[in-house]
């Protein structure tokens, strides 16, 4: 999965050559052996790295309070989001709907690494919600159906469709 | 030397328990004096009381009523007890459905169906002190006569469905006593879900208002609820008669499966067996072959679904209709879509107080239709899904989640809560439906939905002997066993369609309610039978 997670990241951040991973442990962590240092391990800081040589560092935040918040969801994405159980994924998916109530992006008006990262990490769990539920997170599925329509990021990922008009919560009160 | 010892000390033992036993003995005695005493007292305070009891006429229980005499005693509904009423004295009988002393007085509340009113005994030249302990002491849900004055309240009885006035009783009598404990509280079993939880309150979950459904069904929800039900019934008579059907009665104990083997009850039948029908189907299609040309049937139909839903049982009502048509299906569409608006319109200006007393524990928006009836075509339907994210093949039956969901679509594209689905796929509809002139993989048949579920299964009907057994076997039916059916085809047989409704299901979902037990008065289930 995060091999092919990083592939998708190269080409969004169009870098021509594609670079080559292993795999380290049980948990599969990706490593990336440079050729003129020491091998990268972990998909944060390898994605980090691919950002840096795609000469694109707006994608990791815009000043050092930007660069925090960014780190601190890509901290989130492996640690609580990644095999998390599925009463878990509720209560995630709730934290998440009420951050993003007054955003756009993770880290304030911009796409950043963290979407990205965010994105594909949420990915199987929208697949797999009901249009109900989905209307329920609302903020989440407004965010992910921007993020999923960013020219080149959704690669090999199934679109979610999305409904724009609400259907559950009536208006008719 | 030793044994005398031992003798000693069992003497003295026996000395010291004769002295306990006299002791106790003596206390004993004591207390029976003081009991004796005490009754004497009380006796002789009854005996003064009852000697003093001016009012002692006035209340009691009354002996039970085998028709001794005919009393020339009007008794005025609760209904009817409103402010033209004021200062007049007059009889109610009534439910006591709480009573509570304060003092000198006592509050009773009185109810009678979905209606009740406060009621007040208070010491006076009416009413004894004794009087008032009497009403105090009526278990509750205990049926009583009551005479009394009407009076204006000055500030309304927000609790009371009477609000401007109460009762001053000057005599009661209580026709039929309820034991002291009841297994639930009507209290308890109205409360809105959710209501009531701070302060510790109990709800009644379903099973026990089940269990005990008698007490159930005097909440004023259940009456409304049944009411209502029964106004569903009388509008579908009405409207039907109207334009111009007659009602039939079918048997219920039929030789074949109407529609799949599956699902009937086997009886046994004598050195034979039968089925419980499962819908009426075959028999109103005889009689439109026997020149009724447009009959209805209400009446139960049967279903061996061992299925524990919100929305399925084992027997409900079915609300039946068939008709001969001209020459479109859509004649039949119409005049059944007609017949539904009629309904809700005559439920929406008839039944407001019902729909409103329901609605106090079971929210939910009032139904919506449009007119003339949304129609819409099966695969507009898929179209509509997919575009939400569902993926479903072109001739794939409807999933539950589906139709919820599609029921959602429509009502925000078309504000309305009643649809019909057309051309159904061919596939996923029974041996009798059918085909599609124009493309033979669907039907004309269709559904109606309420509130995004199913209420009615209908389609036009084969009436052509050869094609019919070409669609039976198809669906490998075994010929022998519906032979007769097959055969009122071939004397001539006018084009028709029809369809069943379940009057349980329109009802819940006309008040957007959740279970459709809570529409049936004994419901029947895989998993009840009783009460």
């Excluded at chain 1, 660069?67 to 599925?86: F, I, P």
């Excluded at chain 2, 029809?498 to 957007?512: K, S």
């Amino acid at each position: 999965m995060a091999l092919r997670e990083l592939s998708s990241l190269e080409k969004y951040l169009g870098l021509k050559k594609p670079n080559k991973y292993t795999t380290q442990g049980d948990r599969k962590v990706p490593v990336l052996q440079n050729n003129n240092g020491p091998p990268l391990v972990g998909l944060v800081t390898v994605a980090c790295h691919l950002v840096k040589e795609s000469k694109r560092p707006e994608l990791l935040g815009d000043g050092a309070e930007g660069r925090a918040v960014v780190q601190q969801w890509l901290e989130y994405r492996v640690t609580k989001l990644d095999g998390s159980s599925k009463e878990e994924t509720r209560a995630i998916l709730k934290e998440l709907n009420s951050y993003l109530e007054d955003k756009v992006y993770f880290a304030g008006h911009q796409i950043t690494l963290a979407d990205i990262f965010m994105y594909h990490g949420t990915h199987s769990l929208m697949v797999d919600l009901s249009v109900q539920e989905r209307e329920q997170f609302v903020n989440v599925t407004r965010w992910f159906d921007h993020v999923q329509h960013v020219r080149g990021l959704r690669h090999h990922l199934t679109p979610v469709a999305v409904l724009r008009n609400r259907i559950y919560t009536s208006r008719h009160h | 030397m030793i044994k005398e010892e031992v003798q000693g000390a069992t003497e003295e033992e026996q000395q010291a328990q004769s002295k306990k036993a006299l002791k106790k003995q003596q206390k004993e005695a004591e207390k029976a004096a003081k009991k004796a005493e005490k009754q004497a007292k009380l006796a002789a305070d009854q005996q003064s009381t009852e000697e003093d009891d001016f009012a002692k006429d006035r209340y009691g229980v009354s002996a039970m009523v085998q028709s001794q005499q005919k009393l020339d005693r009007a008794l005025v509904k609760v209904e009817d007890l409103t402010l033209e009423k004021v200062d007049q004295l007059l009889w109610v009988r009534a439910r006591v459905h709480t009573s509570r002393a304060k003092g000198k007085q006592c509050f009773l509340v009185l109810r009678q169906q979905q209606f009740n009113v406060q009621a007040l005994v208070a010491v006076g030249d009416r009413a004894s002190k004794q009087m008032v302990k009497f009403a105090a002491n009526i278990t509750k849900e205990s049926i009583v006569d009551v005479e009394a004055v009407v009076r204006r309240v000055e500030q309304k009885i927000e609790s009371c469905s009477q609000q401007d006035i109460e009762l001053h009783i000057e005599r009661i009598f209580v026709i039929s006593q309820a034991e002291p404990r009841l297994p639930l509280q009507l209290d308890d079993a109205v409360r809105p879900d959710g209501e009531g939880e701070e302060e510790g309150r109990a709800t009644v979950n379903q099973d026990t208002r089940l269990d005990n459904r008698v007490i159930d069904l005097r909440t004023t929800t259940s009456q409304a609820i049944f009411r209502l039900q029964s106004g569903v019934c009388q509008l579908f008579r009405d409207t039907l008669t109207k334009k111009g059907f007659v009602e039939i009665q079918t048997p219920k104990i039929i030789s074949a499966a109407s529609e799949g083997g599956a699902n009937v009850f086997t009886v046994s039948y004598f050195k034979t067996s039968a089925y419980l029908a499962q819908s009426p189907q075959l028999y109103k299609q005889m009689c439109i072959c026997a020149d009724f040309d447009k009959v209805f049937c209400v009446g139960p139909v049967f279903r061996a679904e061992d299925s524990n839903t919100h929305r399925h049982l084992t027997e409900f009502v079915g609300l039946d209709i068939e008709m001969a048509f001209n020459y479109h299906y859509h004649e039949v569409i119409d005049s059944i879509t007609d017949t539904m608006v009629q309904i809700f319109k005559g439920l929406r200006d008839n039944f407001q107080t019902e729909i409103q007393t329901v609605n106090k524990q079971f929210p939910s928006e009032p139904f919506k239709f449009l007119e003339p009836t949304l129609r819409l075509e099966f695969q507009e339907a898929v179209a509509m899904l997919r575009e939400a994210g569902v993926e479903m093949g072109d001739e794939e039956d409807l999933s539950t989640p589906n139709e919820k969901l599609l029921g959602r679509l429509v009502k925000e594209k078309y504000d309305t809560d009643f649809y019909v689905l057309d051309k159904y796929p061919l596939a996923v509809r029974p041996f009798y439906t059918m085909p599609d002139p124009n493309n033979p993989k669907y039907s004309n048949s269709y559904d109606m939905f309420m509130r995004g579920e199913e209420i009615l299964s209908g389609a036009q009907r084969v009436h052509d002997a050869e094609l019919l057994t070409e669609r039976a076997l198809h669906h490998q039916i075994d010929l022998e066993k519906i032979k007769a059916y097959i055969d009122s085809f071939r004397y001539g047989a006018p084009p028709h369609g029809g369809g069943g409704i379940g009057l349980e299901r329109v009802c819940m979902l006309y008040l957007g309610l959740h279970n459709v037990r809570q529409t049936s008065m004994f419901p029947r289930d895989p998993k009840r039978l009783t009460p």
